[in-house]
């Protein structure tokens, strides 16, 4: 998988920049050290005046590439769920089986990430952490509804339908694979979040993980067996 990564260009709606930052070194450097600078101090200190900085460059020159630091957290999180859907591809490619298909595609959706290091200038650990702690400020704002008409969430949406589809293949008749599927994605955010910061409120912990948690979920929803 990570030699057909490498032949791949991760899509972002072109939207969401001014300049393409995969184009240029510094628009690869304003990727990686915003990564890693939100990562640090959080979405709501983070400034383009101090990624300017870090990169040994004018604030200016990050606003040639992003109109602002909201466009920027979108397209971080888009290529994260880009990301992810290619993992999925690859990883149920050639699964025939419906409800073993289904369930490695839950577990590559809700594991704990590791680094690829066929894409270097991103550090997909550290981005993940972001997407945990920052994704919903993408979209719990009063733009909500304009954003989404111009195809910004349509990765991770995309993500979404693929998994319903998934689970229709294995349960034709269950009524809420939108809702499943949905429910998945965001909840093993959420169960990442809580893991760090609240353990007391979830089971998962260093040996129970999200994926387990959820494998176990869709089994017991779709009455299905384990496959793994």
Known sequence: MKHLLSQIKIEVNDKLYLKDPES???????????????????????TFKKLGKEINSNESSVYR???NKHKLLLYLTSW??????????????NIADASAKLQKAVQVL????????????ID???????????FSKSYLTKEVDRENKEGFFAVHHRLVLRLREMILEVRSDYPYPSS????????SLHQFFLKEHFPSLTECSETILPSDYFTHMVLNVLNLKNNG
């Open 65 to 67: 590439y992003f109109e």
């Open 180 to 187: 499943l599927a949905s429910t998945i994605l965001e909840g």
């Open 24 to 46: 240029t070194d510094l628009g690869r450097r304003i990727i990686q050290q915003s990564i890693l600078l939100i990562d640090r101090m959080g979405f709501e200190q983070f």
């Open 110 to 121: 809700t594991r704990q990430v590791e680094k690829d290091a066929v894409i270097s200038h």
């Open 124 to 134: 997909e650990v550290v981005l993940s952490r972001v997407v945990v702690n920052e």
């Open 80 to 93: 994260y769920w880009a990301w992810k859907e290619y993992q999925l591809v690859f990883s149920t490619a």
